[in-house]
């Protein structure tokens, strides 16, 4: 069977995740996406059969063929990865969360392409990804520009602000990882005080995830913990 070691590998995320918030004193759900990029289809039925309802994908076209080969599968698609404002015409209908809408002009385009798309559906979520450790190859805004990235968001009638997301440096130092991810919890909180509603806090994944929990995370974007490494 594709995939065997997935609902081992699950199970023991879980675990951990209750042992980390357990040590920690942190309380709360936390959300698993099962990041499928670069995997096969079989990666999609194979988190289904596991229990997994929220899969992510990186890119919205190699989203769309997995979407279309499992479109009996009551599953929850998330676009985790960077997303350019002319695909943004392909999100509604086949996505329920964006967490990468790293500026004004991004969640103008979606709200747009939500509008346009005329459907009688709720608004769609979508997060502000903040470049946090303010690395120059990464996506995301700077932190200090997250707040009107947000209110951007907030005021589309389309578009529901659902959180922040984060992607920390590839490091092994934990410290480095917490003090990240820590940076996005304080900035959702500064939004907060602001007025705006943003529960959500996605960063952590397979490298770093029990940093991310330990400092609050309610969703965690995991790969390879799961599915192993991708194909070469």
Same mark, same amino acid.
Request: charged share 25%; with cysteine.
């Given at each position: 069977?594709? #995939?065997?070691?997935?609902?081992?590998?699950?199970?023991?995320?879980?675990?951990? /995740?209750? $042992?980390?918030?357990? &040590?920690? *004193?942190?309380?709360?759900?936390?959300? /698993?996406?099962? @990041?499928?990029?670069?995997?096969?289809?079989?990666?999609?039925?194979?988190?289904?059969?596991?229990?997994?309802?929220?899969? *992510?994908?990186?890119?919205?076209?190699?989203?769309?063929?997995?979407?279309?080969?499992? &479109?009996?599968?009551?599953? !929850?698609?998330?676009?985790?990865?960077?997303?350019?404002?002319?695909? +943004?015409?392909?999100?509604?209908? &086949? #996505?329920?969360? @964006?967490?990468?809408?790293?500026?004004?002009?991004?969640?103008?385009?979606?709200? $747009?392409?939500?509008? &346009?798309?005329?459907?009688?559906?709720?608004?769609?979520?979508?997060?502000?990804?903040?470049?946090?450790?303010?690395?120059?190859?990464?996506?995301?805004?700077?932190?200090?520009?997250?707040?009107?990235?947000? +209110?951007?968001?907030?005021?589309?009638?389309?578009?529901?602000?659902?959180?922040?997301?984060? /992607?920390?440096? #590839?490091?092994?130092?934990?410290?480095?990882?917490? !003090?990240? #991810?820590?940076?996005?919890?304080?900035? $959702?909180?500064?939004?907060?005080?602001?007025?705006?509603?943003?529960?959500?806090?996605?960063?952590?994944?397979? =490298?770093?995830? $029990?940093?991310?929990?330990?400092?609050?995370?309610? /969703?965690?974007?995991? *790969? =390879?913990?799961?599915? *192993?490494?991708?194909? =070469?």
């Amino acid at each position: 069977m594709a #995939f065997a070691d997935l609902p081992g590998n699950l199970m023991r995320v879980v675990e951990e /995740i209750d $042992r980390v918030q357990s &040590r920690e *004193g942190v309380s709360g759900g936390v959300r /698993i996406v099962a @990041v499928t990029k670069g995997h096969p289809v079989a990666a999609v039925t194979a988190a289904h059969s596991a229990g997994v309802a929220d899969v *992510g994908e990186n890119r919205v076209q190699e989203a769309l063929g997995k979407q279309d080969a499992t &479109r009996g599968l009551q599953l !929850r698609w998330h676009l985790v990865g960077h997303l350019q404002t002319n695909k +943004a015409k392909y999100v509604p209908g &086949r #996505f329920a969360v @964006v967490h990468s809408v790293d500026s004004v002009r991004v969640a103008d385009a979606l709200a $747009r392409a939500v509008e &346009r798309a005329e459907r009688s559906e709720a608004p769609m979520e979508a997060m502000v990804q903040v470049n946090v450790a303010q690395e120059p190859q990464k996506s995301g805004c700077q932190p200090e520009e997250a707040l009107e990235v947000a +209110a951007r968001i907030a005021e589309q009638p389309a578009l529901q602000l659902a959180g922040l997301m984060t /992607i920390a440096p #590839f490091t092994d130092d934990e410290k480095t990882q917490r !003090r990240v #991810f820590a940076a996005l919890r304080q900035l $959702r909180e500064e939004l907060q005080h602001s007025g705006l509603a943003a529960p959500e806090l996605s960063m952590g994944m397979s =490298t770093d995830y $029990r940093a991310a929990v330990a400092e609050g995370a309610t /969703i965690l974007r995991l *790969g =390879t913990v799961l599915f *192993g490494e991708r194909p =070469t």
